[in-house]
């Protein structure tokens, strides 16, 4: 079991930057492949980014492709969402997730979720 802490979120402007991560607890944080999904109000969950478990293949959705990059260290347990160019549409809760067997875009795959971090871009 792996439990997930995502921290760095906020309030910035359009066009800025942001970097989001994702604190694993545990000793086998290379055992899980990991996403991030986005869920803006009254929207449902979406996929934003995944990385593979050692961190070698990496996957984007096409409304991020080019902005955000996710990155994982496993010697720090933590993964990585670098957002550039932010839009206001990219405003939404982020959460990270994590599982031993799925590296995808499909959020009912990942069996461990974090509690999300807010970000919030404004116009």
């Known amino acids: 079991q792996v439990q997930l802490v995502e921290s760095g979120g906020g309030l910035v402007q359009a066009g800025g930057s942001l970097r989001l991560s994702c604190a694993a607890s545990?000793?086998?944080?290379?055992?899980?492949?990991m996403g991030w999904f986005r869920q803006a109000p009254g929207k449902e969950r979406e996929f934003v980014a995944a990385v593979s478990w050692s961190g070698g293949s990496t996957y984007y959705a096409d409304s991020v492709k080019g902005r955000f990059t996710i990155s994982r260290d496993n010697a720090k347990n933590t993964v990585y969402l670098q957002m550039n160019s932010l839009k206001p549409e990219d405003t939404a809760v982020y959460y990270c997730a994590a599982d031993r067997t799925y590296y995808g875009s499909s959020s009912s795959e990942y069996d461990y979720w974090g509690q999300g971090t807010q970000v919030t871009v404004s116009s």
């Open positions: 545990g000793r086998t944080f290379s055992s899980y492949a």
